[in-house]
């Protein structure tokens, strides 16, 4: 499940993933709110918080997150992947990898759970 994250600025959106995370999770919340926001914006900041409660992507998700991450390798200002799980932080670390080798603007910070309240100050600074 997805949860939408309140009180981040204008230009960002955040959610929180617990417990199994399916694809009907990207249809119907992430990818339809990156869209509206696209609608808005040029860029777009992502807050994605993967805590406790975070349990499992089903395959399914797996396949959208990586076709949301990728279909708007361009549109993202910012990212910032909170969690623990280590195989979530080394993809991040990789897709951040990605977006600075394309010379694609835009800059991809993963940080542990103990540090949230640090990536949701970082999701909103101005460069």
Do not use: C
């Not at 603007?105 to 759970?113: M, Q």
């Amino acid at each position: 499940m997805l949860e939408p994250i309140e009180g981040l600025p204008d230009n960002a959106l955040g959610f929180t993933a617990k417990g199994n995370v399916t694809s009907e999770d990207y249809e119907t919340i992430l990818i339809p709110a990156v869209e509206e926001k696209l609608k808005k914006q040029e860029k777009v900041r992502l807050l994605y918080h993967l805590g406790d409660e975070f349990e499992k992507f089903e395959a399914g998700a797996m396949w959208d997150d990586a076709k949301v991450g990728l279909g708007h390798i361009t549109d993202w200002e910012k990212i910032a992947i909170v969690t623990d799980v280590n195989w979530i932080q080394q993809a991040g670390k990789i897709f951040g990898f990605a977006i600075e080798t394309m010379s694609v603007s835009g800059d991809v910070k993963v940080f542990h759970n103990s540090e949230l309240e640090e990536a949701i100050k970082w999701i909103g600074e101005n460069w």
